[in-house]
């Protein structure tokens, strides 16, 4: 439940973390289409990494501005916190998809790309679980119900997401292998393939950070009302 507190002090916290949700709504989508045009195409090429540098670092930012909500609780600022580590890890790795899209065939710049893809997959999760933090902390319990559900749902995916992809890169390793498998293997576009993957959770976190900011803009309202 949320701590008392002055009313202009709640009022600038609340804020703060409608503006943070609207961030990191935004900066989702975004951040997922401007890496994939960055890497695999020549629309964004003019600009250099500049654009997967301002989407990521939008995330970063709504994750900054959630973190002025609430700082004594501790669960709460720790999960906070290491979405914002994965944050700047993104960050740091984001000019690798352009480097990736200029030079492909170096196995350092595709190397770098799968690490961030797998620190992009692990910031979702951590999100996540910011989101069940946050909904657990405001009065409604039909909120942290759904809250609960879709991040449990979420995190199941992702952890797929991730198994799969680890399976994937084990048999690639290896040399002898049913023809069958070897043919399915070379089938696969493992760029589309998680990208595909990757759609439902995001879809699942926007609508989560939607519902999350209308529920305390709903309560702002009535509270002074």
Do not use: C
Not at 75 to 82: H, K, N, Q, V
Not at 132 to 141: C, G, V, Y
Not at 171 to 182: E, G, N, R
């Amino acid at each position: 439940m949320l701590e008392p507190a002055p009313h202009a002090e709640l009022m600038r916290s609340l804020g703060r973390l409608v503006r943070g949700l609207s961030a990191l709504f935004w900066g989702l989508p975004l951040t997922l289409l401007v890496s994939v045009k960055t890497g695999v195409s020549e629309w964004l090429k003019p600009m250099g990494m500049l654009p997967p540098l301002i989407s990521m670092g939008i995330l970063l930012y709504g994750l900054i501005l959630l973190s002025s909500f609430q700082k004594q609780e501790r669960i709460w600022i720790r999960a906070i916190d290491r979405a914002k580590l994965l944050a700047v890890i993104n960050i740091g790795l984001a000019p690798f998809i352009f480097w990736w899209n200029k030079l492909p065939f170096v196995p350092f710049y595709s190397a770098t790309i799968g690490i961030l893809i797998l620190s992009g997959v692990l910031f979702l999760f951590d999100l996540n679980q910011v989101l069940q933090r946050l909904a657990a902390m405001l009065p409604d319990e039909t909120l942290r119900l759904e809250t609960k559900w879709f991040t449990s749902v979420n995190l199941g995916m992702l952890i797929f997401l991730v198994s799969a992809a680890a399976v994937y890169v084990a048999l690639d390793q290896i040399d002898h292998l049913p023809a069958v498998l070897v043919q399915a293997l070379q089938t696969i576009e493992p760029g589309r393939v998680i990208t595909l993957l990757i759609l439902l959770p995001l879809a699942l976190t926007m609508t989560l950070i939607w519902k999350i900011k209308e529920v305390i803009i709903r309560s702002v309202f009535n509270a002074q009302s």
